[in-house]
């Protein structure tokens, strides 16, 4: 599946905006320098891109406040230190 062009998170295309201010990294949270981002206003730094899933989703758990996503967070750091 070709995802290029479109946001990695939802899908939908990538815009140009002037106006939305400069986007979190959707994974990690740090403020980029770019008006990129898609129509919902995702943004996933470059580095997060090129980032394994297991990096993202350790890199996603440091900020988020989701109790849901916390539980798999510390699932899936278990589950590395066993192997
Ligand atoms: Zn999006
Ligand atoms: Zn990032």
């Keep these: 599946m070709d995802r290029k062009g479109g946001c990695l998170v939802c ?6 905006s002037e106006f939305a201010g400069p986007p979190e990294c959707f994974y990690c949270g740090n403020v980029y320098d770019t008006n990129t981002t898609c129509i919902h206003h995702h943004y996933i730094c470059d580095a997060c891109q090129s980032a394994s899933a297991n990096d993202v989703i350790e890199r ?3 900020h ?3 109790t849901e996503l916390q539980s798999l967070c510390e699932f899936s750091v278990l589950n590395k230190e066993c192997h």
């Design 64 to 66: 988020t406040s989701s």
């Design 11 to 16: 899908g939908n295309e990538l815009v140009y």
């Design 60 to 62: 996603y758990c440091i």
